[in-house]
Nanobody
Framework: QVQLVESGGGLVQAGGSLRLSCAAS????????MGWFRQAPGKEREFVAA????????YYADSVKGRFTISRNSAKNTVYLQMNSLKPEDTAVYYC??????????????????????WGQGTQVTVSS
C-alpha cells in the first residue's frame, strides 16, 4: 500500500507562485514514476506533469510548459510541483499519483491516468485575477 499526501495549495494572485508537495509512504518510492494531474470545476481531470523513477525524464502538458517544474527527492519520499506565472485557468484541485507497477513504461504513457495506481486526495489551488 502506498499513501500519497499533497500539500502546498492555496490562494494566489495571477502571476504568483506556489510549490506543491506530495509525500509518499513506502520504502520503494525511488522506484515509482510520479505524476501530477488537476481537475477544474466542471471539467475532466487532466495531466499536468510527470517524472520518471530516476528523475531523469520529465513530461509536461503544453499548457504548463515553461511555467511549472516537477522534481523529486527520494531521500524525503517527496515529489514537488513548482508553479510559476500562475494564471486563473490554473485553478483546480491538484492530485499526485504514483505508478508502482511500471506496467505502462512507454514515455507516451506518462500523461495517461491508467499508468498510475495510487492517487492522493488532492490540494486546492486557486488563482485570482
Amino acid at each position: 500500500q502506498v499513501q500519497l499526501v499533497e500539500s502546498g495549495g492555496g490562494l494566489v494572485q495571477a502571476g504568483g507562485s506556489l510549490r506543491l508537495s506530495c509525500a509518499a509512504s513506502g520504502r520503494t518510492f525511488s522506484t515509482y514514476a510520479m505524476g501530477w494531474f488537476r481537475q477544474a470545476p466542471g471539467k475532466e481531470r487532466e495531466f499536468v506533469a510527470a517524472i520518471s523513477w530516476s528523475g531523469g525524464s520529465t513530461y509536461y502538458a503544453d499548457s504548463v510548459k515553461g511555467r511549472f517544474t516537477i522534481s523529486r527527492n527520494s531521500a524525503k519520499n517527496t515529489v514537488y510541483l513548482q508553479m510559476n506565472s500562475l494564471k486563473p485557468e490554473d485553478t483546480a484541485v491538484y492530485y499526485c499519483a504514483a505508478d508502482t507497477r511500471n506496467t505502462y513504461y512507454s514515455s507516451r504513457a506518462y500523461p495517461r491516468e491508467i499508468k498510475y495506481d495510487y492517487w492522493g486526495q488532492g490540494t486546492q489551488v486557486t488563482v485570482s485575477s
